[in-house]
Structure formats: C-alpha cells, structure tokens
C-alpha cells in the first residue's frame, strides 16, 4: 500500500537559515526533524509497504503540492501528525483541504494533541476518519491491514453510522528495540543545529538530529500531559539499540543529536552503559538531553560529558519554593542548586535551564525571587516562559472545577494561566517583571561569570547577525514596545511576545475564520523571508 505521512508544522517553530541549501542539494532548516513521522515511515516500509513524507517546514511542499501529489498518486492513507494545540488549527485546514479534493482517501491524524482529544477532534473535523491514540507504530501497521472495519484495531478512534466509537486502548509497548532506526533518508531536508531555547540562535551549524531513547515520565507535575500521554509509564529503549543507532548516525555524518526524551536521566545503569558504548565505539556525535534534578544519576554526569553530553537541559520552573509545591513539581530549591552545581563542575559545556512564570497563586516576589535565583545559578542559557494549560493536565482539571474553563467548549484552546485564573498576576504585570527580571540577571551574570557569558556571546557572534546578538542582549532594556528583529521573526523565536500570543490565539479562531488567517500569516511569512534574503544578497 502506498502511505503518505505529513508532518504538520506551526510556522513559529523552525526557520531557513540564509544559506538554505546544504552541500547535497537538500534544503537546510534550523529546527528539530520530524522524528514521528520519521518513526513511523521505517515501520511502514519495513513491512512491505511504500511511505512518502512530507515536512511543512520544506517551503518546496505546501499544502497545494501535498492535495497535488494526493490527486495523482492516489495513496491509501493520508497520515497527518501534528504534537501540539497550536498545530491543530493548521492540521483542520490540511485535512479539510484534502477531503474537499478527493472524497474517497483515508485520513488519520495522530500526535500527543490528537491521542488526548481523539474523541472531541473526530466529532469537530469528521472528514478525518480516524484519530490514532498514544505510539503509532504497531497502530498503524493494524489500521493498514483492517482500514475497511477497524473495530479491532486497539487505541483507535473513528465512526461507525454516525456514532463515535473509542476502541479499548493498547497497553504501552514496552519492547522499543523491536522498531527500525527512524527513516531520516526520505526526505530532502537537513537540519542544522538551531539552540533548543527559547532565543532564535543557532549554536552549531553541525549536520543535527534527534533520536528517542526512552519515553514518557512517572511524575504529575500540573502543567504537563506526558504522564497522561504515557500513561505514567517510563519506558526504554536498551542502551545497545541507543548505541547501534549512533554508530549508524556517525557513519552518516550527522555531528550533533538531541534527544526528545522526556526524562532521560531515569535509571543511571542504562546511561553508564550508553556512556561506554558511545566512548567504546570512537562515536564524537555531542548529544543534548533533559532531565530532572532529583536524578540519582548525577554521579554519571563526568562520563556523559566525558561521552560528549554537551547539553543538559533541566526543568527547574521557578526560584520560590512555594510555587514549586504548587505545581507540584516535588523538588526542592536545593536539589536545583546541587544538580546544575554538579552538571557544570562535570564539564557539560551548556546547562540549560527551562522556568515559567505566570503560575497560579504567583507573587511579584515569588517572580522577583525567580530571577534572582536563576542569576546565581551556574547556568550557561535559560528561557523563562508564561504558564499555559491545555487539556488534560491536573491543572486543566482544576481549572475545570474551579469554573474557569468550559471543558465543551474550549477543549481545542491554548491558554496562558493568567488570562483566565484570577490568582496568577496579570499578564502586564508578568512581562514588565520578566523583562526587569532579565535586566538584572544579564547584569549579574556579566558581573559574576564573565568567562561563561563570553562564552555564550561568542557562539551567538558566530552563527548570528551581530545585529541580532546585539538586539538580543539590549532587548529586556528597550522597554514595552520593542519589536522583534526580522531575524527572529521568521525563526524560533518561540518566547516573542507577539509571536507567541498569535499563535495562542489561533487556537481561538472560530473554524470559518480559520483558513483566511493561516493564509495571510503564511504570506506575512514569505514576504519577510524574501526581504531577508534579498537584504543578504545584496549585503554580499
Ligand atoms: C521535541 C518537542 C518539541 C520541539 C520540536 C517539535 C517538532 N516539530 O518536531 C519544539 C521545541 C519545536 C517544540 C515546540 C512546542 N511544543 Co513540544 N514537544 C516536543 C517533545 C519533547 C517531543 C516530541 C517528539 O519528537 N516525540 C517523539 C515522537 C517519536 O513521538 P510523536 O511525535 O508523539 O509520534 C508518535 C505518536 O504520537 C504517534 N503519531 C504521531 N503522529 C501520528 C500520525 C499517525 C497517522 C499515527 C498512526 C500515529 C502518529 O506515533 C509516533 C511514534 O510512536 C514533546 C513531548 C513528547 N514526549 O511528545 C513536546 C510536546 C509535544 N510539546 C508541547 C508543546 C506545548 C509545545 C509548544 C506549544 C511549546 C510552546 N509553548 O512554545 C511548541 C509548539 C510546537 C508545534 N506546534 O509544532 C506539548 C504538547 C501539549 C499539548 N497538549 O498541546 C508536549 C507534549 C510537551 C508537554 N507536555 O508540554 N516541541
Ligand atoms: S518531570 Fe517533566 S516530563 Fe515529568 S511530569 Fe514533570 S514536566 Fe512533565
């Protein structure tokens, strides 16, 4: 059979560097590879069938091609794989465009957004005919074999005269050594290495990829849906699958890995042995991983930096103890300060760290005691985002209780905590602290750890405009009104204000509004990445 997959992007999250092709003719994105539909294209093809795929982040296939190639090709299944609430708008107008051309194919969307709302996103979008539930590789092998009555096909949702029907989920596959290495062969894409923060820089123009190691997470905190997605499971891959993989990567010529793992610290004896396999093996690749910091595997930290762990990403959410309690986040200010301590003093180039702001029950202390925390703290980058809740998370469910959501009617919305819970601080008051909060903690840093600020700023001189390090850096002391660089508009600059709030209020659009904001944001795009590239033309 043949099978097309596409993954379906929200434009605010990749960019095309200047230079957009690589050596080997394919086109160069700054983002992470689509490593689901990657996953489950191996799968496909390895049982006898023929996958082709397309990433939306190609600009040589937009939607118009993709309905193009659905017409003549006349594939059996159309697969649409998006992650999150902020794709979702853009999947229903894919999906939508597809069955206004051709009645007879077969829909399927899958991802975390979909596998939580499967039930609610086949009543609002029926021309898809089926929603696919948590991992999707034996999935879609069983839907491919009964696509006509997929009634016994587990973790499957779908219609049948009309009515909907939820199949029984399947129990989480625990063997993932079972599945082929992703198919990162198809399409004619490389990435290169952008910073997986929230600042629009590229740290590396290294050849990049991701790989899964393990999935899903034990913990609850509020805010997060990978325990539900996951069922509360960890589960792995073993470390000679991981270490087979980047052997295979290395020989590819691929310099730089992240792992989409959500908590690869879990079980030190799987990362010693990665460790040394990696080491063993001569492999150079310098890899990137998250974590939490109540990890017992912090004694490993040496042999991962000594296996070319050069990013090590944590969770650390904020500097009051309070709010983390009431995210339930269950670690301690103190934990925080010992894991980042020890990921440095190991020699891991850049430890990150991920905060938000905006939580619920949050003070303007609480906030101010979250930068000044971070400032302290010996890390090389941090990001500090405004809290959202989407469906599904204990908070979600709270806020369901507490009258501020309508479950019904506002499923599919993507919200920032403080436009709807009274208890958060108004989201004014959120970004002037945050911008001051930046202040302080840039000023800091120059101050008390020159040699690791100079550091980062050289690899920001590197690989980006001098301009846009140095709006960069000034920005948290421009004021409310500072816009974004043209630079950043058109890349990850997932935390600009402006950027981030549009794609909040997609989710809000009403459906018949739906298509005619896409298509005006898709031209606002090109035209300012044509002025871009015209300006660098004509700057040679
Ligand atoms: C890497 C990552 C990113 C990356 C890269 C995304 C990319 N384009 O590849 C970046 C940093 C850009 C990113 C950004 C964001 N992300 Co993100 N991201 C992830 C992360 C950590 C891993 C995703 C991944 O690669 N998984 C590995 C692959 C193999 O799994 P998969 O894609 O889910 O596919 C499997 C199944 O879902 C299924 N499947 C998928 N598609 C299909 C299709 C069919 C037909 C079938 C049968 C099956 C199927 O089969 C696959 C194999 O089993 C997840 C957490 C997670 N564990 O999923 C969060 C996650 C998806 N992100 C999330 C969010 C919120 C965001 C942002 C909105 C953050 C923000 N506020 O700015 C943006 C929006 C991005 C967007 N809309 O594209 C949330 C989504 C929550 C929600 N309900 O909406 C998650 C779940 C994390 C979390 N709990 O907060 N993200
Ligand atoms: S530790 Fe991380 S992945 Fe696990 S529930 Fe909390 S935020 Fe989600």
Known sequence: MLIFLVHVRDPQFYALPAKARAKNGNIRIMGFPPIGIMSLSAVVKRAGHECVMFDQANPDTPNEVIIEEIKKKKPALVGLSFLSTTSYPYAKILARAIRATDSKVKLAFGGVFASLNAALVK???????????????????????????????????WAKDGQVMNNPNRPPERNLDQWPFPDRESLKLDFVESMPLDVPAVLSMERFTTMQTSRGCPWSCVFCDIPIFNEGKWRSRSPQHVVEEFKYLQAQGYGSVYFVDDHFLLQPRRIETICKGINDNGITIQWGCEGRVDSVAQHLFPAMAKAHCRTLMFGLESGSQKILDRVKKEQTLEEITTAVTNAKKAGIEIVHGFFVVGNPDETVEDMRATFDFAAKLPLDTFGFNRLCVYRGTPLWHEYVQRGLINDAEDWYKYFKCSAIDPTCLPGEVINDERRAGLRRLFIYKLLHYPVQAFRLLRRFFRYMPARDVIYLIIKPFLGKRSGATKAEVISRAVEHGANKDAAALLTQVSDDRLEYVIEESRRERLRIQREVDGELVSAK
Do not use: K
Not at 128 to 157: H, N
């Open 123 to 157: 009543q609002q979008c029926p021309e898809v005919d089926f929603v696919c539930r948590g991992d999707g590789e034996q999935l879609l092998l069983d839907l491919l074999e009964r696509m006509e009555d997929p009634s016994t096909v587990a973790s499957l949702t």
